[in-house]
C-alpha cells in the first residue's frame, strides 16, 4: 500500500500564484464543521455536474464538469487537460493560520481503490505539519503529492500565513501509475488488513463522517477486524 508519493508532474506554480492573487470570488466554509478548528474554505473548480458544490462526493457522481470558477484559473485548466488521467473533484482549499484539520479518513481515497488525491501546495509555510499514517509529509509550492487518503491523516498550520493547495482528485490509470509508483520519494506500508491497529484507527475516523457511505466502510472495515482478531484467537 502507497502512504504517499511525490509526482514528478510540471506545475505552473508562478501563474497558478498570479491567478489566485487576482481573484475575488467569495471562498466558502468546508462543509464538514466536525474535522477542523480555525477557518478551513474552499473554492470548487471542477465539481458532479459543475453543480456550485463544495462536496466532491466521489464515487457517488456521474460525471464532473468544469465550475464557473474554472475559467478564472486558466492555468490550472492547462494543467488538468495535460495530465492524461481523468480528473473527477478540484480545489483550492484554504486551511488558515493557526487552524486545524482533524484526523480523518476519506473513504475509497487510494491508488489501490482506482482513485487518487493530488495535493499541490500554492502557497505554503515551515509550520504547516501535513501527517499521512502518522508520517509528516513536508510539501513544497509548486510540488505535486500524491496522499492515501484512505488512511489517517491530519494538518495544522501553525505558521503566520495561510496554506493554500489544489487538490486535485482523479481516476488511477497507466500514466498517473508511472508518476505514483516510480517515484524517487515514496513510502509504503503493509496491508491494512494486517495491521488492527490502522484498522480500529479508519473505522474510528469513518464513523466520524456520519453518511451512510462512511458507515457502510466503516462496517466492512469492522468484519475485517472482527475476522482478524477471530484468526489470532
Not at 116 to 130: C, G, M, Q, W
Not at 152 to 169: A, K
Request: include cysteine.
Amino acid at each position: 500500500m502507497v502512504i504517499y508519493s511525490k509526482a514528478d508532474i510540471h506545475v505552473p506554480i508562478s501563474k497558478i500564484q498570479h491567478e489566485l492573487k487576482r481573484i475575488r470570488s467569495n471562498w466558502i466554509n468546508h462543509f464538514n464543521t466536525a474535522h477542523y478548528q480555525g477557518l478551513w474554505t474552499v473554492l470548487p473548480l471542477r465539481t458532479p455536474g459543475g453543480a456550485d458544490s463544495i462536496i466532491p462526493d466521489l464515487g457517488m457522481a456521474d460525471h464532473y464538469k468544469d465550475h464557473p470558477n474554472m475559467l478564472l484559473f486558466p492555468a490550472v485548466k492547462q494543467l488538468i487537460d495535460e495530465m492524461h488521467c481523468e480528473a473527477m473533484s478540484v480545489r483550492l482549499l484554504n486551511l488558515a493560520a493557526g487552524a486545524v484539520i482533524k484526523q480523518h479518513c476519506d473513504a475509497e481515497l487510494a491508488f489501490e481503490k482506482g482513485e487518487a488525491r493530488l495535493h499541490i501546495p500554492v502557497h505554503t509555510n515551515p509550520d504547516v505539519a501535513f501527517y499521512v499514517n502518522n508520517d509528516r509529509v513536508i510539501m513544497n509550492e509548486g510540488e505535486c503529492w500524491y496522499i492515501n487518503a484512505n488512511l489517517p491523516h491530519r494538518v495544522t498550520n501553525d505558521g503566520h500565513s495561510d496554506r493554500i493547495h489544489l487538490v486535485i482528485d482523479c481516476k488511477v490509470n497507466p500514466w498517473l501509475e508511472h508518476f505514483i509508483l516510480d517515484s524517487k520519494i515514496i513510502a509504503h506500508a503493509p496491508d491494512q488488513n494486517r495491521d488492527p491497529e490502522l484498522l480500529k484507527q479508519m473505522i474510528a475516523a469513518l464513523k466520524m463522517h456520519q453518511t451512510s457511505h462512511s458507515f457502510k466502510m466503516a462496517a466492512e472495515f469492522q468484519k475485517e477486524y472482527d475476522d482478524l482478531i477471530k484468526s489470532k484467537a
